[in-house]
């Protein structure tokens, strides 16, 4: 997929004089052709304008970091309120006509640049600052305790840590004091971020022309490796800015984790809790697939997937435990990847993915894992890419995927991306043929170490008798007690086809052991090997 194009000049906040009044972010914005950014624009200000007709300016505060987004929500205040005030009373509202109470939080471990913009701002623009220098929630206790606040407006986007759950209007956490928290950006992506910043010209903390690309404090924060710049001339790294991010989904990907430890440099596969190091050969893995279809289960369409898929499963060594079918419902789908996600180390399931009413599959695994359905950047700038303008952005369902859980993969190999969430991988596969495409993506990042661990192959054997049923009845229920680890079937081609006894297991001697003690308890030649391959 290309990045995504931001139609505006670089570095505004270096070689561009700022927009200083309200009155010219809203301009800037009505006149730019960036529909998207209109639509977010307008919808963030109806929020704000909502919020102030809620409470009186003294009831609201708005939180300030110096970050990328809380300088987007803070210009976006500035015109939400010259706007909720109406331009005749406000034709003289310049770049210091802004009453909102402004929160914050002076934190030792600050990047001094962030506190250098932050102090400037406040110059800049007559922000009436509440520097608080203890821990947020204590700090906000004692402010709510002191001043009449009942409403703050914060910079959250989805995608944030703190953003599962929340709405445009949220109340506080339990635990938290009571106020209600105003999310007007909560829908925006990376991309909307910086459309707003450049398109409106405003000065932003420099530490983004450095390549730092989401801002936390100087013990975990570094500049965004996708942005170096490889200088052979020069000892020092270089960064691009943070607005030339392609994939905005990597936007904390200059967050520094605590990763885990590796054996000799390769990365551990996680399965269920269990990395392929420590699993050990003979561990079976069980796997569920769920098919979503009403026309599977009227009998007009037939269900290919899930014979191709098991199949599949099969191959690299996973057990399935359990194929379904379930309706075109929310609930049903629900259900099923709640029951089925929890007793499996992985499930997979397809049909019912798109913008048709039908449709229902991710909102069902959303449910499931009790997260709501949100906006995703990468996968609504690839629709977009994908489809152009039959792709309407904002209401575009196919770009609603279930909030903080979501990993698109392989976007750039399949004409749609799996989509995984957590332990279920939803496959957007109609046909045979594209779930072989689907699937040898995920067979290709099982072999960099990815999603799923390749467990040792099952080995199999299979014999043939003429022998009656009831003659091998109970040999064979006596040799599946003898031999719990192995699976041991029996089963008819046709009524007319003599009998199928079939050993399945991880080992071949122990399945060569098993196969030798039925033919001890009967005639010799009683039965013989075939090969099903």
């Known amino acids: 997929m290309p990045p995504f194009q931001l139609k505006c000049s670089p570095s505004p906040s270096q070689d561009f004089p700022f927009l200083s009044s309200q009155m010219e972010i809203d301009k800037a914005i009505k006149e730019c052709d960036d529909r998207r950014l209109k639509t977010k624009y307008n919808n963030a200000i109806y929020v704000i304008q909502r919020a102030l007709a809620l409470y009186s300016i003294e009831e609201v505060a708005f939180s300030f970091n110096g970050g990328k987004d809380s300088t987007v929500l803070l210009h976006l205040l500035r015109a939400g309120y010259f706007l909720h005030k109406g331009e005749q009373s406000c034709t003289n509202g310049g770049v210091k006509d802004f009453p909102i109470r402004t929160i914050y939080f002076d934190c030792p471990s600050a990047f001094p640049e962030i506190n250098s913009f932050t102090y400037d701002a406040a110059n800049t623009y007559g922000l009436q600052l509440d520097i608080i220098r203890s821990d947020f929630k204590s700090g906000l206790e004692a402010l709510?305790?002191?001043?009449?606040?009942?409403?703050?407006?914060?910079?959250?986007?989805?995608?944030?840590?703190?953003?599962?759950?929340?709405?445009?209007?949220?109340?506080?956490?339990?635990?938290?004091?009571?106020?209600?928290?105003v999310n007007p950006i909560l829908d925006w992506s990376y991309r909307d971020v910086w459309a707003f910043l450049l398109t409106c010209k405003v000065h932003y903390c420099s530490l983004y022309d450095q390549g730092y690309t989401s801002i936390g404090s100087?013990?975990?924060?570094?500049?965004?490796?996708?942005?170096?710049?490889?200088n052979s001339s020069s000892s020092k790294e270089a960064f691009r800015p943070a607005y030339l991010l392609s994939d905005g989904r990597l936007e904390r990907a200059g967050r520094v984790k605590k990763l885990p430890h590796s054996v000799s440099g390769k990365k551990p596969v996680v399965a269920n809790g269990l990395t392929s190091m420590d699993l050990p050969k003979s561990s079976l893995l069980m796997a569920s697939a769920i098919a979503v279809g009403d026309e599977i289960l009227f009998g007009t369409a037939e269900d290919q997937l899930g014979h191709s898929l098991c199949k599949k499963l099969h191959s690299i060594g996973w057990s399935v435990s359990q194929t379904t079918v379930v309706r075109n419902d929310v609930d049903s789908v629900a259900e099923e990847v709640e029951r089925r996600q929890s007793t499996n180390d992985m499930v997979f399931i397809y049909g019912g993915v798109g913008p048709l009413h039908s449709d229902v599959t991710l909102a069902g695994v959303a449910k499931a894992f009790g997260v709501r359905l949100a906006p995703d950047e990468e996968f609504?700038?690839?629709?977009?890419?994908?489809?152009?303008?039959?792709?309407?952005g904002d209401r575009n369902e196919m770009a609603l995927l279930p909030e903080g859980i979501t990993e698109l993969l392989h976007l750039e190999k399949l004409m749609v991306p799996l989509i995984k969430c957590k332990n279920v991988i939803i496959f957007t596969a109609t046909n045979v043929l594209e779930l072989d495409d689907e699937w040898n993506c995920l067979i290709e990042l099982m072999r960099s170490g990815g999603e799923l661990v390749m467990a040792q192959p099952f080995v199999s054997k299979c014999l043939t008798t003429t022998l009656a049923d009831l003659e091998v009845a109970q040999p064979v229920s006596t040799l599946c007690l003898e031999f719990p680890d192995l699976y041991i079937g029996c089963y008819h081609i046709s009524r007319r086809e003599p009998l199928r006894i079939y050993f399945e297991g991880k080992d071949q001697d122990r399945i060569e052991s098993a196969k030798d003690a039925l033919c001890k308890k009967f005639q010799p030649g009683a039965f013989l090997e075939i090969n099903l391959s």
């Not at 001043?147 to 959250?156: H, T």
């Not at 100087?218 to 490889?230: E, F, G, K, Q």
């Not at 609504?380 to 309407?392: A, F, P, S, V």
């Open 218 to 230: 100087i013990y975990d924060t570094v500049p965004n490796s996708l942005l170096s710049i490889n």
């Open 380 to 392: 609504e700038e690839y629709l977009r890419h994908l489809i152009g303008d039959q792709c309407t």
């Open 144 to 181: 709510l305790k002191s001043k009449p606040i009942r409403a703050i407006f914060l910079g959250v986007r989805m995608g944030d840590p703190t953003a599962v759950g929340q709405e445009q209007f949220s109340p506080s956490s339990i635990g938290w004091p009571p106020f209600m928290r």
